[in-house]
């Protein structure tokens, strides 16, 4: 089974928490948790597949989150999506393309999200980072 650690809003936690999906033979569990801060603990004993990360928290920003999760040794190489819905600027762009980020712009629904999380973790496994426009995500490089 797929972990996939899902750091949010408040209002998206009904939505996501303790979601269980088989989505193209794979099993997902997503699990959601508010806060940044609770994520890097969480992060350490779930060791999740993928990140899901809002860049809008309210104890920090996505890219902080992941700076501080990719510090971890055990979580350097765990692929992550962020959601900079309605944010995304210049500076942002340059963040996400240094640190290969897959980047959602828009809204997207939930069999475009796994279409996302099953090519991050087919990257992960060939290691490549290439620019990659897929459904309403992009990838950064």
Known sequence: MKKILVVGHLTF??????????WGGEHYHLIYISS???????ARELKPDVFLLNYALSDMNGIELYDRLHAQSELADVPALLSCVQIFD???AEAATRRHLYILKQHV???ALFRLFEMALSERKTSTAKRQVVLQGVRAS
């Open 109 to 111: 629904d939930l069999l």
């Open 90 to 92: 210049e500076p942002l």
């Open 36 to 42: 940044g801060e609770v994520a890097l603990d969480v």
């Open 13 to 22: 936690a009904n939505e996501v928490s303790g979601l269980q999906v088989t």
